[in-house]
């Protein structure tokens, strides 16, 4: 079996390591993946059809581990059986995309406001839509760009003051409004999916003074057994979504637990230092049993 491994050409090692490592696990399940950069996968839109440019023929699959959603298209169009499909990705790629799609079936979510789009250029003349937003939500507010990785483009708004600097801010990126789930502050569970099961989980704790859980960010994680709930809670997410796999984040909430954000493309080395479980060979295993038609098993 021959497939590529589709990532992106401008990011770091942090990204190259999960390619190697996908790669590695690959081979030991019975699949040789060809890394390509997305730089390498130039198409042509035409009246002739979707095309690559060059001759080189297509592979059985394509693990794709970037977010150039044009490119999966494009993929997807030429007959390729992506893992994850470009709708996947799109869907946990964008935060708002996310909880709209996850609020058809009644997930528990934090409530979710949108900001108003504006314009490059044009920003906010005025912010008193904020107020609205301020008394639906209460402070401390988390404030979200739709679009964004390893906790780095969430904030935290303690008072109205600080919203609208922040709204102000980030204009005219995307953003979204959240509440504040107070019970879980600076603590989340990231349980990851693979082929509608659980393969591990980890709970992740904030560094002091920080809100966000995100281990890139100084938090701590340790290994985790979610409950019954969780783990439900989860596969339901990947399933909603059209996920081979994924990495759930999941809050303690009052009543229960909470959907923080799904991710299509979720770091494996954290998770693995937690927990010594290898979630790329478990990603494998799926990929190589699906396209052999379910003879093998996880």
Request: net charge negative; glycine share 10%.
């Amino acid at each position: 079996m021959r497939g590529w491994i589709v990532y992106n050409a401008f990011l770091g090692e942090k990204f190259s390591e999960q390619v190697a490592q996908l790669i590695a696990a690959m081979k030991k399940a019975g699949c040789e993946l060809i890394p390509k950069r997305n730089t390498e996968l130039m198409y042509i839109v035409g009246s002739g059809g979707m095309r690559l440019l060059g001759a080189e023929p297509l592979p059985e699959l394509v693990l794709f581990w970037d977010k150039d959603i044009r490119l999966a298209q494009a993929l997807e169009s030429m007959g390729l059986r992506l893992f994850n499909s470009s709708r996947a990705i799109e869907l946990c790629d964008d935060k708002s995309l996310t909880h709209f799609e996850l609020q058809k079936a009644g997930i528990p979510m934090p409530d979710t406001i949108i900001v108003p789009k504006t314009f490059e250029g044009v920003g906010y003349g005025s912010l008193d839509f904020l107020a609205g937003a301020a008394e639906a939500l209460g402070f401390p507010m988390v404030v979200k760009e739709w679009f964004g990785s390893f906790g780095q483009q969430v904030y935290l708004a303690e008072n109205m003051e600080q919203l609208c600097g922040l709204v102000r801010r980030t204009s005219p990126r995307p953003l979204l409004l959240q509440r504040m789930v107070t019970e879980s502050r600076g603590e989340d569970v990231r349980i990851n999916v693979v082929g509608g099961k659980v393969a591990a989980a980890m709970r992740r704790r904030a560094k002091a003074g920080d809100f966000r859980s995100n281990v890139s960010n100084g938090g701590t994680a340790e290994a985790y057994e979610p409950d019954d709930e969780q783990k439900a809670l989860a596969i339901r997410c990947c399933e909603l979504l059209g996920l081979d796999f994924g990495g759930v984040d999941i809050l303690f909430g009052r009543d229960g637990p909470i959907v923080c954000e799904v991710n299509s493309n979720a770091h494996m080395k954290n998770i693995r230092a937690a927990t010594g479980i290898d979630v790329a060979e478990c990603i494998a295993e799926h990929i190589v049993t699906t396209m052999s038609g379910g003879r093998r098993t996880l």
